[in-house]
């Protein structure tokens, strides 16, 4: 093991998470190393894909989705950053060359898993990553943040750690588990774990009979009582003791967790013929085979293989001549073609299985940065999380996007010189910020933006946010004044802010929702949970974190007395109620939006109360803000009173 006493960041596990998260905080000047008890890198991936390597889907975010098993809202904000495209632009870069196959998936032009494996470990190498070969006994801990890893060979001193030993699929590639209880002494929920993609072993002793026999365009079906689990048309096996394929590797990933005892499962083995057409299907068949024994009689119907094992399970006997199938019999043949039984009693087990169903929490990790919420400098990243998808690309997508977000955040923070803490008290200390207060209508976008772009600044439209959650209730059918509902909808949404070419854009769980937050409705739903100290709690970080990382014109209700209250300059914008009003209401013309001046002038002073008389964060000025009255000044000229003014508070 290479001796290494001190790093910026120690990647614990040398898979695909691990070396994108290497890598991604290398390449953003931390000093990185990865501990890995594999004797060779990347053993996992080396063997995904048959060897080929399936690095990801080349499909949309709501297809992405869509064959997300588990973690699927949780995942949105990395995905959202690091998605399909981004992996395959990075791989590319790289020099791996990739194309696309049936399904979508992606696939190196080579055919050649090691290919997508030499890349990553010569590009972690170009970028200085370190490795030492050794077992991580544990991550230490002092006061809640993280101080250093204890190996099998010594301690390595650092301010970040990020975990992804992957789960415990494939044990043989060094996937043991040993993530799982590391997380567990740090204080962390670990969901029960299963084998997931994954063979499944059936009671029918006839499945040996027909072992090796493939089926295409089939239909296999699982339910739980009336519920039916999972219904698909597609490809499957027969194995020595039960079922293969693509099929039964999603359906294993469906059930996983659930007692088999409870499932009845079938084959539609005809499912382009309904039951009526099929019946007279049978019976044309056996019109034209009338004087052979049944046993020989199904060949047009079914693979050889198969014929006797219908032939059994049918109760009709092997000898008897067709012409004398009774309607009965006939009838019971039809039910198996359409309804193969399947009795699941087990699966093929962690050897056999291609991902983890279960893992670490993910309701006590970061989204955004995949930090731990309950140890600082602690990020967690790939299978060891309970985040897991179907076959085609989606877990190694898993990975690649929690690997980056976690390296992505971890690199800044050694560049911010926090050692692995985040500040805990009001302050934002380390990049000029600008503050815009004020009423609606006073301005406060139109100029920010310019302000902003005449110092080369980060724009933050924080209205957008609340916005953001406004839509989120409307969309949800749920009473905006409800604070009880609002609250439970925090839990299952992500918002956040994304920048393209220095346009700022509004995500709703991964969605840009830039346009339609907008409508004059989704404004009134933003004052009115902007009002919920919680709603405000859940996105106070999240302002705070951008201005930390950027110098930032930020505008909104509280910015310069609650946000960022030791921005070097404070603005509050305002103007006379009907000049805001006339103002908003030539907007709405503009747009082809019928209004009526005196119930916009209504609306505005309805929501001036509001956020003036509120409990929490009530809109007013900074005790040493200045107030820019823009009632009778044009756009021109109160955007470079406030760059006048900046200029002077800043001192640049």
């Not at 390595?156 to 590639?173: E, K, N, Q, W």
């Not at 009774?326 to 009693?345: G, Q």
Request: hydrophobic share 40%.
């Amino acid at each position: 093991m290479t001796a290494v006493k001190r790093t910026d960041i120690v990647v614990v596990g040398g898979g695909a998470a691990g070396y994108i998260s290497a890598i991604i905080a290398a390449r953003n000047g931390a000093g990185v190393t990865i501990a890995d008890k594999a004797k060779r890198p990347l053993m996992k991936l080396r063997i995904s894909g048959k060897g080929r390597c399936n690095l990801t889907n080349n499909c949309t975010d709501r297809e992405f989705f869509d064959n997300i098993f588990r973690g699927d809202k949780f995942l949105r904000s990395a995905v959202s950053r690091f998605g399909p495209s981004e992996i395959m632009e990075f791989f590319e870069e790289l020099g791996v060359p990739l194309k696309t196959e049936r399904g979508r998936r992606v696939f190196p032009v080579s055919d050649k898993a090691a290919d997508v494996a030499e890349a990553l470990i010569g590009e972690a190498e170009r970028c200085g990553v370190r490795t030492v070969r050794g077992e991580v006994v544990r991550i230490l801990t002092d006061g809640g943040k993280v101080t250093g890893v204890q190996t099998d060979g010594g301690v390595i001193d650092c301010s970040a750690v990020i975990l992804a030993t992957g789960g415990r699929s494939y044990p043989g590639t060094g996937s043991t588990g040993d993530g799982y209880r590391i997380a567990r002494e740090l204080g962390h929920t670990v969901t029960k774990t299963y084998p997931a993609l994954v063979s499944l072993r059936c009671s029918e002793d006839w499945c040996s009979e027909a072992e090796g026999l493939s089926l295409r365009n089939v239909t296999l079906t699982c339910r739980e009582g009336k519920k039916t689990l999972f219904s698909e048309m597609g490809e499957m096996l027969f194995t020595r003791d039960g079922i293969s394929g693509p099929l039964v590797l999603t359906l294993s990933s469906v059930i996983a967790g659930k007692d088999y005892s409870g499932l009845k499962t079938t084959i539609d083995l005809k499912p382009s013929l309904d039951r009526a057409t099929l019946d007279k299907r049978v019976l044309r068949d056996m019109s034209a085979m009338s004087n052979r024994e049944f046993k020989n009689s199904l060949g047009d119907l079914l693979p050889k293989s198969l014929i006797p094992v219908i032939v059994k399970l049918s109760g009709i006997s092997p000898e008897k001549k067709v012409n004398g199938i009774t309607a009965d019999e006939r009838s019971r043949l039809t039910d198996l073609l359409k309804e193969l039984p399947l009795t699941i009693c087990g699966d093929g087990g962690w050897n056999d299985a291609i991902v983890t169903a279960g893992g670490i929490a993910t309701k006590e990790i970061d989204p955004k940065t995949m930090e731990s919420k309950l140890v600082s400098g602690l990020y967690i990243a790939g299978e060891v999380l309970d985040a897991d998808g179907a076959t085609g690309g989606y877990n190694l997508t898993i990975a690649f996007s929690t690997g980056h977000a976690a390296g992505t955040a971890a690199a800044e923070r050694i560049s911010e010189g926090l050692s692995a803490e985040k500040e805990t008290d009001n302050t934002v200390k380390s990049m000029k910020a600008i503050a815009i207060d004020g009423p609606a209508g006073a301005g406060k976008s139109s100029i920010a933006r310019r302000v902003a772009k005449e110092f080369g600044f980060i724009y933050v439209d924080t209205g957008a946010l609340y916005r953001a959650i406004g839509l989120s209730a409307i969309r949800s059918g749920i009473d905006v004044h409800d604070r009880a509902a609002v609250i439970g909808l925090l839990a299952g949404i992500d918002v956040d802010l994304a920048y393209v070419n220095g346009e700022q854009k509004v995500l709703l769980c991964g969605e840009d929702v830039s346009g339609e937050i907008r409508t004059e409705a989704v404004s009134m739903a933003a004052s009115a949970v902007s009002a919920l100290p919680e709603v405000r709690e859940f996105l106070l970080e999240l302002q705070r974190d951008l201005a930390r990382r950027n110098d930032v014109v930020m505008d909104g209700r509280d910015i310069g007395t609650v946000v960022l209250p030791d921005a070097g300059c404070k603005i509050f914008l305002t103007a006379t109620a009907e000049e805001r009003a006339m103002r908003r209401y030539k907007e709405l013309k503009a747009k082809g939006i019928y209004a009526v001046y005196e119930a916009v002038l209504e609306d505005l002073k309805k929501r001036d109360y509001d956020d003036s008389h509120r409990d929490i964060a009530p809109l007013k000025l900074a005790d040493d803000g200045i107030e820019v009255d823009t009632t009778e000044i044009d756009l021109d000229e109160a955007v470079n009173r406030v760059v006048r003014i900046a200029k002077e508070r800043l001192g640049i």
